[in-house]
């Protein structure tokens, strides 16, 4: 392993013990395998993935449809299967982008990991 990819591995805060990706939970806390504390991604980190997820699934989504509606008649019925067609590529993306996002991602974009019991111990303020 040469050494920009082992700096790209995270690392527990606590104890330093290197993190593997499989271990690491974008959503909760998890607990670190060699001192058991708990840690947890960066609250932005899973928010910026699932919207990303989210423009994906649309983008790829909105170009399915449109290809569909420009070969279909103009009729009610076309609609409604351009509808469908719309709705079923947009979930069948969404699942796809968040399960292999989340193998892909942690590994292009490292979170920073955070030790869980201290964020949980600090003051957050959400604007009303």
Known sequence: MNSNAAAKIPKCPACGANIKFLRIRSDKPFPCPACDRQLMA?????????????ILAAAVAAAATYKYWLS????DAGVRHAFA????????TSLAAVFFGSIFVK??????LE??????KQAHYTAL
């Open 72 to 75: 279909m008649p103009r009729t």
């Open 115 to 120: 030790d869980y019991e201290e964020y949980s």
């Open 107 to 112: 590994r292009i974009f490292p979170p920073k």
């Open 85 to 92: 067609v719309l709705c079923l590529t947009y979930v069948t």
């Open 42 to 54: 960066p609250e932005p980190y899973h928010k910026r993935f699932l919207l990303s997820c989210r």
